[in-house]
């Protein structure tokens, strides 16, 4: 007899961070202000040089920074670059989301449905885990930095492009949830904690298209955000809906009732009632 499926009661709201969450990249309210350095002319130089040696845009923009600070006398460990994290704007709405979102699921699905935030960014760790909403996520993944015997940042740890994104949905879908835990070994669909269809992946551009396209393709749901002041956020948004990337595309603000939230409530209520109906044919006589 095939082993009796288990209840798949939860579900994964999974974030990027930079322009999704915040108008900015990180780096741009944290490290490179400290540094006297403007966003444009950073990232100018990222592209320059990425191009030039034909090197990964992650790579680039760590060791261009890390090559920086240096330049700078500057000491940017682990406790300093949380402090920075003080200096990070969010867009409207996004402090308040998470708590709303949780009490949202408890109303409609009591005591059978759980819900978990994640966050999956190519920024830095160690400036997320100063930020004020840190607290919020059950799992966050991002880019590391090595740190020498007197805590001076010296080369990546961990990096985390836009390909390399889609390797932590498998985890979410696995419970495989630590780095040190492999996710290759094969494990049936109707095992796994969080299937891809309980999942909504919200990002803000074509960096998040593999993780949008993987989301989308097992099931789930994917979402593109737009900076409300930025018509060239709001095209690419375009672009990804009608490229049938994303199911939906809004404006990045988190509040009560706009459209962002409108969309999100919506697809929860599908995936709480999917969750529901397996619950009650679980209970039905006989299905113990």
């Not at 709405?93 to 009591?110: C, D, I, L, Q, T």
């Not at 949830?177 to 049936?188: G, T, W, Y």
Request: charged residues 30%.
């Amino acid at each position: 007899m095939p082993k009796e499926r288990f209840l798949q009661n939860s579900i994964a709201l999974i974030y990027d961070f930079d322009n999704t969450l915040t108008p900015l990249a990180m780096q741009e309210y944290t490290v490179l202000p400290e540094l006297g350095i403007t966003g444009d002319s950073f990232w100018k130089e990222v592209n320059r040089e990425a191009d030039k040696t034909k090197g990964d845009r992650m790579l680039t923009w760590m060791r261009l920074m890390l090559k920086k600070i240096a330049d700078k006398e500057k000491r940017l460990g682990r406790k300093e670059l949380r402090a920075l994290a003080k200096n990070i704007e969010y867009f409207a709405g996004v402090e308040e989301w998470f708590s709303r979102m949780n009490r949202y699921v408890r109303k409609h699905a009591p005591g059978y449905v759980r819900l978990h935030h994640y966050l999956i960014s190519a920024g830095l760790l160690e400036i997320v885990e100063g930020c004020t909403i840190k607290k919020e996520f059950k799992r966050i993944y991002a880019s590391e930095l090595h740190y020498d015997h007197n805590g001076v940042a010296t080369f990546p740890s961990v990096l985390i492009n836009d390909t390399m994104k889609t390797q932590f949905l498998f985890r979410i879908n696995k419970g495989k949830e630590q780095l040190d835990e492999s996710i290759n070994e094969h494990m049936p669909e109707n095992l796994r904690p969080v299937p891809f269809s309980h999942m909504v992946y919200i990002g803000d551009g074509m960096s998040d298209v593999p993780s949008m396209t993987l989301t989308k393709k097992n099931g789930g749901y994917a979402i593109a955000v737009h900076n409300p002041r930025d018509k060239g956020s709001i095209s690419i948004c375009e672009k990804l809906r009608a490229a049938n990337r994303v199911d939906y595309f809004a404006a990045a603000d988190y509040r009560k009732d706009k459209a962002l939230d409108r969309y999100v409530r919506n697809i929860l209520d599908v995936i709480i009632a999917d969750i529901k109906h397996l619950h009650d044919v679980s209970a039905m006589p006989g299905r113990a």
